[in-house]
C-alpha cells in the first residue's frame, strides 16, 4: 500500500484482556512511531523504533505497554490487562529515518475502547 | 520538562481570508524543531510546516507561514486565502534536539472551522 495501515480500525475489549495493534509502515521507513490520542487530546508520544530496536522508549506509560519491531517493518504495539483509561486513538507513524526533517506519515489509528 | 500550549481549542474564519492559529511553549534548550500538524475527520495527522529554532527565518510552505518568536517562546501560524479544506484540527508540536531524544510533545489542539 501507499501508506501507513493499522489494523484494526475498531477494538473493543474487556477490562483485563489483552490486546494486540498492529501497524504497516511505508515500504522503506526505518522509522516508526507508536502515539496514544485521547478525546480532545493531542497525541501522546509512546515509543519510537529505528529498524528493529526501540531507540526511544520514553513515553510508556507503564510495564503494561510493549511494543515489537522483530522484522524492522511490521511493529505490534501489545497492551496487558488493559484497563479503561487506556481507551484512546492508537496512531502509529513511519519516517525515512528518525531525524528531525524526515517527515513523518501517520495512520489512521486504531480506536480502542474498553468497557 | 517541555510543555506545548494552544490556548484557542476553536477558531473561524471567512473563507479567503486569512487566521492565525497560537502556539507557545516553554522549553530550557536552545536548540529544537517546531512543527504544525493537521488533523482532518479521517484522523490522518499531516505535516503542514516545520522550524529549526536554530534558525531565525521563518518557514512558508504555499499558503502557510509561522512567526517564530524564540525569546517569546512562541510559534504561530497564519493561514491565508483560508480553503474549505482547511477545516481541521490543528496541532503544534516541539521535538528536542537532544542526541536520542525522538520525543514529540503535542498541544491539545485548535479546532479551525471555515466559513463558506
Known amino acids: 500500500g501507499a501508506g501507513v495501515s493499522q489494523t484494526p480500525s475498531n477494538k473493543v475489549t474487556e477490562k483485563g484482556k489483552y490486546v494486540e495493534l498492529r501497524c504497516d509502515p511505508i515500504s522503506g521507513h526505518t522509522a516508526l512511531y507508536w502515539y496514544r490520542q485521547s478525546l480532545g487530546q493531542g497525541p501522546e508520544f509512546l515509543i519510537y523504533f529505528q529498524g528493529t530496536g526501540a531507540a526511544d522508549d520514553s513515553g510508556l506509560p507503564n510495564d503494561r505497554f510493549f511494543a515489537v519491531r522483530p522484522e524492522g517493518s511490521v511493529s505490534t504495539l501489545k497492551i496487558q490487562r488493559t484497563e479503561r483509561g487506556d481507551s484512546a486513538v492508537y496512531l502509529c507513524a513511519s519516517s525515512l529515518g528518525g531525524s528531525w526533517d524526515n517527515e513523518q506519515f501517520f495512520g489512521p489509528g486504531t480506536r480502542l475502547t474498553v468497557l | ?116
Open chain 2, 1 to 116: 520538562a517541555q510543555t506545548v500550549t494552544q490556548s484557542q481549542p476553536e477558531m473561524s474564519v471567512q473563507e479567503a481570508e486569512t487566521v492565525t492559529l497560537s502556539c507557545t511553549y516553554d522549553t530550557s534548550e536552545s536548540d529544537y524543531y517546531l512543527f504544525w500538524y493537521k488533523q482532518p475527520p479521517s484522523r490522518q495527522m499531516i505535516l503542514v510546516i516545520r522550524q529549526e529554532a536554530y534558525k531565525q527565518q521563518n518557514a512558508t510552505e504555499n499558503r502557510f507561514s509561522v512567526n517564530f518568536q524564540k525569546a517569546a517562546k512562541s510559534f504561530s501560524l497564519k493561514i491565508s486565502d483560508s480553503q474549505l479544506g482547511d477545516a481541521a484540527m490543528y496541532f503544534c508540536a516541539y521535538r528536542s534536539s537532544t542526541s536520542g531524544t525522538y520525543k514529540y510533545i503535542f498541544g491539545t489542539g485548535t479546532r479551525l472551522k471555515v466559513l463558506a
